[in-house]
């Protein structure tokens, strides 16, 4: 009975040992594997230098006529600019927006000078210069918040227990920012300002907005005159209460208790009279503000400059776009070849 707990140390043992030898493996199994990526990396990278090695010459011919070609052709034509103007579209007319601008730009990219210049109500001339009109949302994260802020103010208790900013952002697109900036791609760089008339009227004159605008402005006086009247009524009240107040004053002191609790109970309504009329202030200020943010169907918020900005960036030189454009189609055709080439040679090896 005595040799028994050595033979259950001999088995606890024996269990250590394997244990350590399946974590031995299992390291040795993942440092092969870690190997084998780095061995076929570097094979790769072998091949790709092994491939320019026997193709230099041929890349270096293509990346210097890019390079040539690209100088020329940078010298050569017209020199585009951009202008750019933010708006802010009132009554639900984004998507309006956003039709208008894609069907100019439409236009410009079929080079349609006579329609365009109809639509734009510029020169053929003018409209042939238009490479480009787009229009994407302009706005920040502090504008964002405030857009959800204004979003669950119009939900029930209920319904905004389920909604957070994270959900809020996921379902965010363009279409609901605040600001949105119009892009204007030109070989005339003053262009964009005639633009800008007919595209703000082009939203302005659709009547659904214009009957959305009417409607917002009469609720607009109405709220107004609500707030005037209720402000005129506390004032009456405040009158009527310094009037009480007053005659209670002159009459003997009769019950002092009960005077001073009449007194009390009626400065507390005149005080509760000048919060609410302070409220009714603050709601006026307010009913301005959305006067002014709302007194055009689409607010421009900056303008198109008189004059554009040249267009710059690595992707719009060609004297760096078309080498890389180049080398790449040789190296694309190069590599068809030699694809090729390893079919031929497979295919004759199995016939043989």
Do not use: C
């Amino acid at each position: 009975m005595a040799e028994q707990p050595v033979n259950n140390n001999n088995s606890d043992e024996m269990d250590l040992g394997q244990l350590f030898q399946m974590i031995g493996r299992a390291f040795e199994r993942f440092f092969n594997f870690i190997g084998s990526i780095l061995k076929g990396v570097f094979h790769l990278v072998i091949l790709l230098l092994l491939f320019i090695q026997k193709n230099f010459i041929i890349l270096s011919m293509a990346l210097v006529i890019g390079a040539i070609a690209g100088y020329f052709l940078d010298r050569n034509l017209p020199e585009k600019y951009v202008s750019k103007m933010v708006v802010e579209p009132n009554f639900n007319s984004v998507q309006q927006l956003y039709n208008n601008i894609d069907f100019y730009n439409d236009l410009a990219t079929a080079q349609d000078s006579t329609t365009l210049a109809t639509a734009l109500n510029i020169t053929e001339h003018e409209a042939g210069s238009i490479r480009k009109i787009y229009v994407d949302s302009y706005s920040d994260e502090n504008q964002k918040i405030e857009l959800f802020d204004d979003f669950i103010k119009n939900l029930d208790t209920t319904t905004i227990k389920t909604i957070d900013f994270a959900n809020y952002l996921k379902n965010f697109n363009s279409l609901d920012a605040r600001f949105h900036q119009i892009s204007v791609v030109s070989t005339d760089n003053r262009v964009a300002k005639k633009l800008q008339q007919a595209i703000i009227e082009s939203i302005s004159v659709n009547d659904y907005f214009k009957l959305q605008k009417r409607i917002n402005d009469k609720n607009l006086d109405l709220q107004e005159k609500i707030y005037q009247k209720q402000l005129t009524e506390i004032d009456s009240l405040q009158s009527l209460y310094r009037t009480v107040l007053i005659k209670q004053a002159d009459k003997p002191m009769q019950g002092t208790n009960i005077n001073l609790a009449e007194n009390g109970e009626s400065q507390n309504k005149e005080l509760a009279l000048v919060q609410e009329r302070e409220v009714l202030k603050e709601r006026l200020v307010e009913l301005n503000k959305e006067r002014a943010n709302k007194s055009e169907i689409l607010n421009i918020i900056s303008d198109f400059p008189t004059r554009g900005v040249e267009q710059d960036g690595f992707w719009k030189n060609y004297k760096f776009l078309l080498p890389m454009i180049l080398v790449g189609a040789v190296i694309f055709i190069l590599a068809i070849l030699q694809l090729n080439l390893f079919l031929s040679e497979y295919k004759n090896k199995k016939q043989q």
